[in-house]
């Protein structure tokens, strides 16, 4: 490993102080000067950008609380001084390079569209060398969690047998970034078989939520078959995962005949699909119950509602019903 002797936020100065407070894993090498600025939440956009492109911007003391996206420290303790050439580069700036784009990806609170549509611009093979190459040099597990974002979102990188070969030996906290590069690159029964078999090790409080984060990227029936093995008392996470998991009609009224909880799933699974109540990362995927008899819908929900009928199933059947041309295909 190079010995770094170049202070990270300026490039310029000789490094005086090994910064471990916010990552001793990964520690900040930094300059006197930029040292106290750091502790006084005053680096100047490019100091910031160049931490953050390299740490990512979710340590302590490079986070969100304390400076804006383009590196504008919001709140610092003394005055902060910024020349033109202290300005942190823009995606314009750097979206013609892979290494200086991947930097900037790094950067990012989240990879946003226009990000992934310069990452798509470039030779994938190239782009997937420099990806590896970045994952394999770096111990910070959430610049890893990153780069494994980018191939999820990416899509066309030819990642398969390197992400095939990252499950014989990986960071429990980075399962979620590894089953959406795996939902990406591999076939699905195969990416969901190694899926299953960590969520299986997975304490049941915490399945609900981590089942979500690792599967709602497959958009596979599959998944829903496993909820039903799965699923012991009702999570609203069950129903988000259910929502984009390609159900139909029969499947949903197949649970509503179960009862509790698939009944509960299957009703907050129609109510996500409907605009404005399926949260973000639901949302996103727009999610529709499939293969439905829409002459069903009615006497079903009716019929569901005299078996179950508390007030949070009324207020349940009742935003289905407004929205039945937004969740029903
Ligand atoms: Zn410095």
Not at 113 to 121: G, M, N, S, T
Not at 198 to 218: E, G
């Amino acid at each position: 490993m190079s010995i770094q002797s170049t202070c990270e936020a300026c490039m310029r100065r000789a490094v005086d102080v090994i910064e471990t407070n916010d990552d001793p894993v990964q520690p900040y090498h930094l300059c006197a000067s930029c040292h106290e600025r750091l502790h006084s939440y005053a680096l100047r956009p490019i100091e910031w950008y160049n931490l953050a492109s390299v740490h990512t911007s979710f340590k302590p003391l490079l986070h969100d609380d304390l400076y804006d996206e383009d590196g504008t420290a919001c709140q610092p303790e003394v005055e902060v001084v910024v020349t033109k050439q202290d300005k942190a580069p823009s995606l314009e700036d750097v979206q013609s390079d892979v290494q200086t784009l991947l930097s900037f990806a790094v950067s990012r609170w989240f990879v946003e569209d226009d990000v992934v549509h310069a990452l798509r611009r470039h030779d994938v093979l190239e782009l997937f060398d420099a990806l590896k190459t970045r994952y394999e040099d770096t111990s910070n597990a959430d610049v890893k969690a990153r780069l494994l974002e980018i191939v999820a979102d990416v899509m066309n990188i030819p990642a398969a047998d390197w992400i095939r070969g990252l499950w014989h030996d990986f960071d429990v906290q980075l399962l979620d970034s590894l089953a959406a590069a795996t939902a990406s690159s591999l076939p699905t029964e195969e990416g969901l078989r190694l899926v299953y078999g960590q969520l299986s090790k997975t304490n049941p409080k915490d399945l609900p939520h981590l089942a979500f984060l690792c599967l709602n990227r497959f958009q596979s029936p599959d998944v829903l078959d496993w909820i039903e093995l799965n699923c012991d008392a009702f999570d609203s996470n069950w129903a988000s995962l259910a929502a984009v998991s390609m159900p139909t009609w029969h499947r949903i009224k197949t649970w509503l005949k179960c009862g509790r909880p698939l009944s509960l799933v299957a009703l907050e699974a129609m109510v996500s699909c409907a605009e404005g109540y399926g949260g973000f990362y639901v949302e996103s995927q727009a999610p529709r119950i499939l293969e439905t008899h829409l002459d069903e819908i009615e006497p079903v929900l009716t019929e569901f509602e005299r078996n179950d009928a508390v007030p949070r199933v009324r207020r349940q059947l009742a935003i289905i019903l407004q929205n039945k041309e937004g969740i029903f295909t």
